[in-house]
Every structure is written in C-alpha cells, then in structure tokens.
C-alpha cells in the first residue's frame, strides 16, 4: 500500500512555511512539483521524498491580541394559528406548487397520529409558501393533518397534492378573500387552482408567472380564521378534508437581520435591542408571548481582530465552546461534539482538520438552562462568495466545467480574483448564534470568559489566509488543464476521472461547508488517505463515522493536518495512483451527472473532434444505435489487406503508461503492440461494418434500415458523381490531421472505426504525412466501389429531401412529394440496377450492405 499512502518523514509546517515552498516551485514552473505539493503535501529535499503536514498551532490567539465582541438578534421563527403581521401581505394568489420549506430549521413539532405522538421536523410536515412581508420575511401554511409516518421516506415529504391545494382554496381562501374584501375584490382572485394554472402557463414555454396579491393589513389579522370558518361551513366537504384543511398552522421566518442590532453584551442594551426588533418586524403586539404562538429567535455574537485578522473556530476546542455558552456540562458537551453524534456536524474551513465550525442540535439533555435547539459556529469569510444557486450557498466548480477545454475555467477565474482581491480588506470574523425560545432572548450569550474564547480561535494574517487558499486553486485548475490537454487513453482512466471529481469537490470546498452525502464520502474514501475506523482519531476523520474496537471498515481520514489526496502522478495525464480505490458505479454517476464512464468518454473526448466553440451551444445525446463490432467469424488468422510496413510507414507508439506508480508493475507493455498494417486492415473492416450498420430507418424505431428494406419497400436518392463529390464525402468519413467537428454528429461519435480513426489522428499528431499516406490506401480502395453514402459533415447518412437539388439527385421510386431516404453516390462508369438479380462482384467487401433491391452495375468501357 506504501505506492498508494504517503508514508515518508513528515515535516511540519505552519501555514506560511506552506505557502512560501509552494510559491517557491510555481515562480520556477516546477509544475508538476507544485501540484504534487499542492494537493498531496509531497515533495523531496535532496532527493528524498519528504511529507508535508500543516500544523496551526502557532496562529492560537494569546492574550495579547485586541479582540472586540458585540451581541446581535439574527433572525426568528414564529408558529402560531394566525398570521401575526401588523402590515400588508403579499401572498400567492393561489397555494403555490413549488415553494415550500424543504430544509430542515432544526425544530420539531408533535404530531398525534392514530393515538401515537410523534415529533416531526417541520420540514417533514406538508406545507407550502403563502406569502411574504417586509423585505425578506416569509409565510407558510402547515397541515399536520396530512402527515403520516409513510412521509418520512418520501423525496418530498413537505409537499402538499394539487387536489388538496384546490379544495383548500376554493373552499377556504377564496372564499375568505370574498367575505373579508368583497364581491368586488374576489372578483379578481382566480376562480380556481385550475383557472390560475391554465393562465400562468406562458405560451412560449418558461416558468409559470404565478399570481400575487396584497392583502390590506387590517385583513391579515382575522384571515386565518376566516379560512377556518368557511371550510368548517362547506357543506361539500367530507369529515376527513373538513379536518386536515382547517387544521394548519402558520409558521412565520423572521430572516437576515444581522448587524441591524448589534449591541455590547448587558441586560439594557439587550432589552431595547429587542424591541426595536419587534418593531421593524412589523410583528403584532406581544406576538412572542407564549399564549399567541410560539417563538424562536437566533441569538448570535461576533468577534472581530482588531487588527484585522483573520479569526477562525478551533476543531478541537468545539466542546469549549458549546459548554461555555450553553452551561452544560463538561460530559455533555463532550458527546455532543463527538463525530459519533448524528446531530454534530463538522465545517472544515480551507480543508484545514484543526480549523473549522460546526452545527449542533444539542436535544434535551444538553439544550443547557436557555434550552437551545440549535447552535452554529463559523465565520464570515463566506461572504465574498455567498451565491445562492439550488443546494449550493456559493460559488461552485461543475464537473462539467472540470472536464471542459477552457482552463482556468470562469468559475476559477472569479474565485481566483475574488481570493487575490480579499488579502487586506477581508478579514474573517468568527460568529456562533444560538435558537432559544424567544424568553431566553435577553439572556443567552450574555455571560462569557474572554480568555476560553481566546483558546478556542486561531488568527492568521490576511495575506496568509487567502494565499493558501490561493495556492490550492491554482493546483487544482492546473491539474485540470493538464488533463483535459493530455492524451485520451490517460485523460479517461478511472484513476484520472477520479482525480477530476476530487478536484471538484476539494475546490469546492475551499470556501463552503465539504460536501459529505453518501457520493462524497465514497469520493473520499478512494482519494484521500484510509484507515480502520478502529484505529482512528475523532480529531483526524473526514466525515462522521463510528468510532468501534470492532469497526474494521477502511474510511478517509485527515492525517496531516490538511485535506491532502493520496498519492498522485502529474505527467501528460494527472491521476491518482493505479490499483487504489475508484468511485462505485452510483456514485460515478453521481459525480458526473448521470453519465457513466463509457458515456463521459464520447461526450468529452478531444480527440480531433470536439469543436470548443460548438460544444457549448450543443446538447449531448446519446445515439439509440449500439456500436456493432466487426467479428471474424472464421477463426482464422486473416491477411493483412494493406503493405505499408515494407514502405518504413509507422505508426507513432501509442501513448503508454508506464505503471511507475504501481512497483510491482513491469515498466513496458505486455504484449507488442500491432504493427501498422494489422492496425488499419482492422480498421477498415470495421469502417465497412460501421457503414453498414449505421444505415438509417423510416420514422419509427421499430422499422428496419433502409438498406434492409425489400425491393417493394425501399426508397433512394442516387446520382452518378464525380470524383470530387467522392473525395467530399470520403473527407468527412475519414477526416484530415487537424480535423475538428461538433458534438453534434450523427453516426460518426458512435462507430467503432471512427473513435479508433480519432484516436490515431491523435497519437500521430505530430507525423501528419503517415495519416495522409494510410487516406490515400484507404481511398485508393474505396474508389473501386460502385457507390458510397453520401456523407456529409453532420451524419454519415444524410436522408432528408431538401438537402439534395432537385435536379442533382433522382429517386427511386419516383414520388412527387419526395419523401425522406438515403442518398447515394454512384461512381462515374456505374448505372442503378434495381432488382434482386445485380452483379456484386465488386462489393465482396460490402456484402449486403445494399441487400436485394439495389445494385450499382458498372458500364463496360467504351473503348
């Protein structure tokens, strides 16, 4: 395993030191050290390999450092059987089908299902977004009555059917709006679900422009009520929907309003503090008092550097901190930040195993005095890249960026200059906000040791914070330009698509919370470093596991002190090292959008044909028709069909790796590779089954080819061509050195001989005058054919009618309506036979390519 996992002499290194080697080999263009260094920790002195690990334990804040912490209200969450807002609303005219609180806010509600209780996460609970007031504020409508313990593993437990959302509306909603506002107002609201949907669909496609309305604030109050009264009083209503749909609940999220009420830690500021909150909430009188609803509110502090420094939350300090500010016990404090606990998650900052926040539901019996649901820890340094785009919270590299041609990509350009721009003016302060309910709101985070928070950060200048993470990035894109320039055969090994998913996921990394779902951990298993999980340190894992004398599964692990892959080779082709662990099927999938690694190959290869302008504006699909190989189905040695050998023609030696990361590996091939004339005979005859079998069909897969059709049932485009219109399609079906075409080809991508053409073109890039000699063999040959399809740049076999002049091409049959068929080009001295009984002597090579309807029959020379 020694080839696999570093285990050379460790050295230590602060984070300076770190940067200042890895600079040193970047501004010498050792890049193939750089990246090494960069992304494994490895390098060598005199020779010898050497491994770098990243201690921090120099950058702790000591005493001496200026710190400034102030208090703040952050936001707030509200349940309650009314919509507690003294202002206007703005709600959807219709319960939207969409938005709905999907997330976990890590609160939960009991639910008495079938005489049993439960305790739910809101989440889990079907809802959906009624509407929103102030500038970020939202409402949402709950129905616990439509919960059942079957939602728990449902994808959308949170969403509520189209059925239930149109029998609460027109029997609830709208009818409120027409008792509180009047016929005339009402008039106005969709007459239902249905109507609403039928007018927002947009005739040229696009979202739905769902409607919205304002409700007055004088109607905000009463109209929960409203909509329960009305429902209570349709009389079409069975007992079950009467039940579940005047049942709901409203939840109220309070968002974003941090440093709005930044005050110094003491009762008065607290107070008056908090009541400005109130107020600017728009909230009713009283609305968190117990007996109108229920009410969280997130508490938070902020420590500043006054000198600018970078301040970051201490991995191993985690249990000071929740005991510190929740007043638990030193054991609970302990087991609740254990990686053993499922309510503890770990945020690693700049991939850095001592340095990160966290996120902790204590439960009841650590929730402490001020019995908090919920506490984070982290830092603001997130901001500069604070995107939000679906599940991801900033900026983030795509797999299918990673595998583009263009590097550094426009992702890593921004984050590059984001990074660059940052040293100075950004620093990093670290924040921890705590859900209480709202009684404890002027009382938590109020009583804190100045001197335990200082042990439990480390600060780093800000030059040195965003260098590293500079450092890393640009490995990573070098790395990924490195691979998408190299050749084929490596660029596509398991072992180098690896390297692109941990790339993107490492880079991603840098600056928002490691992504650790089932994909990821599997990810990490097979490119960082392993170990038994008998013999790990809670300190030292990667992502949650169980931690057992009798766990002997081998999971990642952080044992140098930075998210370092295993071992790696740079070269043409950058991977991690051979026979080490890959990506399970499902999880490759995961990582490259659906696509296995076969798939992934045909959509990105470059090999001379992938057009970098076009390959934007295409959509990859995948062709039905499955390659055909071509079989001999005699078992006997067959003649080579070509005698270049004898001419000193030769093919360049396919690019080869040599296994110099595996030691038990010969260094040289197994076996001889071919030689030349060998090589391209199989080509060609898998070029004449390739023809054959990508021969189209009638509309309807279910038809057979054209080719295979009978006599009665076939159609043609035919002409007798000349030599250029041969050399025309013989072009585009054996293209040039230096040829580029579009993924958007049809037959080509998916025939055997043409990725094995493409391929050769490749390797033999630099020798142009083999690959002309070996295309003028193949056209000497070709050119002894009756006829060819008449191939063009986009498809091998072109059918559609308005493509060929009128005049240029004839059909047989005649029909006025030209409909589609294949077009075929015949050779000069060759007139169609259609008919069972054609000459074929001069298609042995293409037998049955035509089948028994058409022949091309040569004429017999004049003289």
């Not at 263009?29 to 920790?41: K, M, P, Q, V």
């Not at 889990?124 to 313990?149: A, K």
């Not at 016990?329 to 700049?350: P, Q």
């Not at 200048?461 to 990035?473: G, K, L, Y």
Request: hydrophobic share 35%; with cysteine; glycine share 4%.
């Amino acid at each position: 395993m020694a080839n696999l996992y570093s285990n050379f002499d460790k050295v230590s290194h602060d984070l300076g030191e770190f940067i200042r080697r890895a600079k040193e080999m970047h501004n010498v263009e050792r890049t193939s050290d750089y990246i090494t260094f960069a992304l494994t920790g490895e390098y060598e002195v005199d020779g010898r390999p050497k491994q770098a690990v990243i201690n921090v334990t120099d950058n702790r804040v000591d005493h001496n450092q200026l710190l400034d912490i102030s208090r703040d209200y952050d936001s707030a969450i509200g349940v309650a059987d009314k919509i507690l807002v003294d202002a206007p609303i703005t709600v959807w005219a219709v319960p939207h089908p969409t938005f709905a609180l999907k997330s976990s806010i890590h609160l939960t509600r009991s639910i008495v299902h079938r005489n049993v209780s439960h305790k739910v996460p809101y989440h889990q609970i079907p809802n959906f977004e009624f509407g929103y007031f102030g500038n970020r504020h939202q409402l949402y409508v709950f129905f616990p009555g439509l919960w059942s313990p079957d939602l728990a593993g449902r994808e959308r437990p949170y969403q509520v059917s189209e059925r239930n959302r149109s029998l609460w509306y027109s029997s609830g909603l709208r009818p409120a709006i027409e008792l509180l506002l009047g016929d005339g107002v009402a008039h106005d609201w969709p007459a239902s679900l249905e109507t609403e949907k039928a007018r927002a669909q947009k005739t040229t496609g696009g979202a739905p422009s769902w409607t919205q309305k304002i409700i007055a604030r004088e109607f905000v109050y009463p109209l929960a009520d409203t909509i329960r009264q009305e429902i209570q009083t349709e009389p079409f209503l069975d007992e079950a929907d009467t039940q579940w749909a005047k049942t709901f609940f409203i939840l109220h999220t309070i968002r974003g309003v941090k440093h709005g009420y930044n005050h110094t830690a003491n009762p008065v500021s607290a107070r008056y503090f908090l009541n400005d909150f109130i107020r600017d909430c728009k909230l009713v009188p009283n609305a968190h008092e117990d007996r109108v609803g229920e009410w969280w509110i997130d508490v938070g502090i902020e420590i500043t550097s006054e000198i600018g420094a970078c301040l970051q939350w201490s991995t191993g300090a985690h249990r000071h901190v929740v005991q510190q500010f929740l007043f638990i016990s030193d054991e609970d404090a302990d087991r609740i930040t254990s990686l053993n606990s499922s309510k503890y998650s770990r945020d690693l900052s700049s991939h850095l195993a001592a340095v990160s926040g966290f996120r902790i539901e204590p439960g009841a019996q650590a929730e402490g005095p001020f019995q908090a649901a919920y506490i984070q820890a982290y830092t603001t340094d997130k901001a500069v890249v604070y995107n939000v785009e679906g599940s991801h919270h900033a900026k983030f590299l795509t797999t299918s960026e990673a595998l583009s041609q263009n590097h550094p990509s426009k992702t890593v350009d921004g984050l590059y200059d984001i990074y660059s721009a940052a040293k100075g003016p950004n620093s990093s302060n670290a924040r921890l906000e705590v859900r209480v309910p709202w009684r404890y709101a002027t009382q938590v985070l109020m009583e804190f040791e100045t001197a335990v928070i200082r042990q439990c950060l480390y600060a780093f200048s800000s030059e040195t914070w965003w260098d590293f993470r500079i450092i890393r990035i640009v490995a990573i894109s070098q790395t990924l330009h490195l691979q998408a320039t190299g050749p084929s055969q490596l660029r596509f090994l398991p072992e180098s698509l690896l390297l692109t998913a941990a790339c993107v996921w490492l880079l991603n990394g840098l600056h928002a919370r490691p992504e650790d779902g089932p994909a990821s951990r599997d990810l990490m298993d097979a490119a960082l470093p392993i170990i038994e999980a008998s013999d790990a340190i809670d300190l030292h894992l990667a992502y949650r596991a169980t931690i057992h004398p009798d766990n002997h599964k081998r999971i990642a692990y952080i044992p140098f002190g930075c998210v370092f892959f295993r071992r790696m080779i740079v070269g043409d082709v950058p991977r991690l090292r051979l026979s080490g662990p890959i990506l399970p099927a499902k999880s490759f999938k995961f990582w490259f959008k659906g696509l296995d690694k076969d798939q992934v190959q045909a959509k990105y290869q470059n090999a001379g044909f992938v057009d970098r302008n076009i390959v934007a504006l295409t959509r990859f699909t995948t062709n039905k028709q499955r390659p055909v190989p071509y079989i001999n189905m005699t078992g006997a040695a067959e003649p080579d069909l070509f005698n270049l050998a004898e001419q000193g023609v030769a093919l360049a030696p396919p690019t080869f790796d040599d296994a110099s990361d595996v030691e038990d590996r010969p260094s040289t091939p197994d076996a001889e590779p071919q030689g030349i004339d060998a090589q391209i005979s199989q080509l060609w005859r898998q070029f004449v089954v390739d023809v054959t079998s990508k021969s189209p069909n009638p509309r309807g897969s279910a038809n057979s080819s054209y080719l295979k059709l009978d006599e009665n049932e076939r159609r043609v485009y035919y002409k007798v061509a000349r030599e250029d219109e041969w050399k025309t399609s013989f072009r585009w079906l054996f293209p040039p050195p230096g040829h580029q075409s579009s993924t958007a080809v049809q037959n080509y991508r998916q025939s055997l001989y043409y990725q094995t053409w493409m391929r050769m073109l490749e390797e033999n890039a630099q020798q142009p005058e083999v690959i002309e000699t070996i295309r003028r063999q193949f056209w000497e040959r070709i050119r002894t054919w009756s006829w060819i399809p008449k191939a063009e740049s986009d498809k091998m076999w072109p059918t559609s009618a308005a493509k060929p002049a009128k005049n240029a091409f004839q059909r047989w049959p005649q029909d006025s309506k030209r409909p589609p068929a294949p077009h075929i080009l015949l050779h000069e001295k060759a007139v169609p036979h259609f008919g069972s009984d054609g000459d074929q002597d001069d298609m042995d090579e293409v037998r049955g390519a035509a089948g028994p309807g058409l022949h091309a029959q040569e004429e017999e020379d004049s003289d």
